[in-house]
């Protein structure tokens, strides 16, 4: 277990609820280190996603990112991972490589990057929330995708305790907006780039923490009564 993993593990005993999502280099150990955790893995390449599928994980805690993806890396990947997309190009890329291997019938599954307003540094790959109309528009033309979770991609920096946990309020808001507007399912929430704010307030007083806390729990309760999707950190 690494530095990253230890941080993470001390994260997730004050916020039950969530599932960790492991990003960086991979091998087998680590792959099945992850598996025994429970913990998810956003993997960086196709190389990743077949040493983690062999190793025994469930595709369905496999998180492929596929930007500047060559479409062969893409058609390798197809029916091992879940996809999350940034772009219109890219959905486009899926759906043609799904088409030549799904059985009729079947969909490839897909995630979705998107970046609230108020979050938005216009650094952060994904579709901002203004466009998720235009977004609906097109995505009906892809016959072989079904859009069935997000990827909330926001600037957190400088968020601790209370902001923080507004950060997670407004991920699962942006997550049902996404449902409403596409619409579509949700079985995954990603609330991204929120573990090391949450590392700096564990360090930071007790009432910061606590309120944290607060808005996790509540994040957690919303969900057992809408989505009952995973909600990972």
Not at 49 to 71: Q, W
Not at 72 to 82: E, L, P, Q, V, Y
Not at 101 to 122: Q, R, T
């Amino acid at each position: 277990m690494n530095d990253r993993m230890e941080k993470a593990e001390s994260v997730l005993e004050l916020l039950p609820g969530f599932q960790y999502l492991y990003k960086g280099e991979v091998d087998t150990d680590t792959v099945k280190y992850l598996i025994k955790k429970g913990w998810a893995l956003e993997a960086e390449d196709c190389g990743s996603v077949r040493l983690a599928s062999l190793a025994g994980m469930d595709k369905n805690d496999i998180y492929y990112s596929v930007p500047y993806k060559e479409p062969a890396a893409i058609k390798a990947a197809i029916g091992t991972c879940r996809f999350v997309v940034s772009s219109l190009k890219e959905m486009e890329l899926i759906n043609e490589a799904a088409a030549g291997y799904l059985a009729p019938g079947h969909l490839e599954v897909v995630g979705i990057a998107v970046i609230p307003k108020a979050y938005d540094n216009g650094k952060l790959p994904g579709f901002p929330v203004e466009e998720l109309s235009q977004l609906s528009a097109e995505a009906r033309k892809l016959r072989f995708l079904s859009i069935r979770g997000c990827f909330i991609r926001g600037n957190t920096k400088g968020l601790s305790g209370e902001s923080l946990g507004r950060y997670l309020r407004d991920c699962y808001e942006t997550a049902k907006l996404v449902t409403t507007t596409i619409p579509c399912g949700m079985s995954y929430i990603n609330a991204g780039n929120f573990m090391e704010p949450a590392v700096q307030t564990m360090k930071s007083d007790q009432e910061a923490l606590e309120k944290l806390q607060t808005a996790a729990q509540i994040m957690v309760n919303q969900n057992q009564t809408a989505f009952y999707a995973k909600l990972l950190l």
